[in-house]
């Protein structure tokens, strides 16, 4: 039998899952033919991810009529008794026999102010169509916690059983550690990741601002976009941004972090606390969505809304050395509860399971 995997958004923040999940899946005992749609840039990459896998080019991008039409012609070309879609947006009318992973379902709750109103507002309507088709017409629809889970089900009024949540990981990073100059020897507290609004990067900095500590630097890692720049232009004293940063500036400053902060109101598995609790950083975190449910007891929790208790919970973690430590230590016991290999073994059930085997 032959697998396909969609594998265009290889390469992205959200596309690490695809990376990893093609990756592992490489190293295991895998019983199909397997083809690997990626975006051209990406190939070299995929083969070398892996090298047993036929791994094709593929150029259409995400809620485009290229998409709709030239993917799905792709997709009927190499005829697979499965595709695996690693993200919502795919061909609506391809008929053959499908896996989706659905990573969270908060585009359809939060604007993007970078991006034009009502453009904006469209996009949602289609993506509500998008993920309501997709979840009836999916045998089985991947996600990456029990909160995306049951989201879903409210959502789309799809049956339970439909739906398998299968645990996403978090790596460290091999490359040796490469220090930022403009941050050595100074205290810091860390974000990674893009601004848009439900990572609540706005109540962020207010809380801050309310620490008042001179010596304390506030580090918002991420590429710069028009929502960065629109932050950057409040000229905050303490306030660094980084714009992108290579994985070996991103291990060093997990690993000099005062603390990671992650203020979101919405996210499907909350892959960057994670990753900073592997490189030996305390997290302190939001309590929203599905944040609890992964990082357990290992972080410290703020309601997301509230500027005072954010403020008050980095306090906490900067100020109380023993709870700073218990951070530390259960940050590291919670990472090794995910793994990308069980990733790619309970996916490959799932594979298993619908071809009938």
């Known amino acids: 039998m032959k697998v396909v995997i969609d594998a265009r958004e290889s390469g992205t923040s959200t596309g690490r899952y695809i990376d990893k999940l093609v990756e592992n899946l490489a190293r295991l005992d895998w019983p199909y033919e397997h083809v690997i749609l990626t975006k051209p840039e990406r190939l070299q990459y995929m083969q070398n991810a892996a090298p047993n896998f036929t791994v094709l080019g593929s150029p259409y991008k995400e809620f485009t009529f290229a998409e709709q039409l030239g993917f799905k012609k792709q997709l009927d070309g190499i005829k697979g008794d499965l595709v695996h879609f690693g993200m919502t947006q795919q061909p609506v009318r391809y008929r053959g026999k499908k896996v989706t992973t659905i990573h969270d379902l908060t585009t359809l709750r939060f604007n993007n102010p970078d991006k034009n109103w009502l453009a904006y507002k469209l996009k949602q309507q289609v993506y509500k169509f998008v993920i309501k088709s997709v979840t009836r017409r999916s045998t089985t629809v991947i996600v990456p916690s029990h909160f995306v889970k049951d989201d879903l089900v409210k959502f789309t009024g799809v049956n339970p059983a439909k739906i398998q949540v299968i645990y996403e990981a978090a790596d460290q990073i091999t490359e040796e550690a490469t220090a930022l100059p403009e941050l050595e020897g100074k205290k810091f507290i860390m974000y990674v990741g893009r601004p848009t609004p439900h990572k609540n990067l706005e ?7 309310k620490l008042n500590q001179p010596d304390l630097y506030l580090v918002l890692a991420g590429k710069k976009d028009a929502n960065y720049q629109r932050i950057e232009k409040q000229n905050i004293p303490n306030v660094i ?10 291990r060093w400053l997990y690993e000099h972090c005062a603390a990671y902060i992650f203020p979101s109101l919405s996210e499907g598995f909350g892959l960057p606390g994670l990753e900073a609790m592997a490189h030996g950083a305390p997290v302190v975190s939001s309590n929203a969505t599905c944040l609890p449910e992964i990082y357990g007891d290992a972080a410290h929790y703020f309601d997301p809304l509230d500027v005072d208790a954010m ?4 306090n906490d973690v900067l100020t109380d050395q ?5 951070l530390i230590q259960k940050g590291a016991e919670q990472t090794k509860e995910y793994s990308w290999r069980q990733t790619a073994e309970e996916t490959l059930a799932v594979y298993k399971r619908v071809l009938g085997e």
């Open 322 to 326: 023993k709870l700073r430590a218990d």
């Open 241 to 250: 941004f980084t714009d992108f940063v290579e994985d070996p500036q991103l």
């Open 203 to 209: 109540r962020l900095l207010e809380a801050f601002q």
């Open 311 to 314: 403020a008050q919970a980095i």
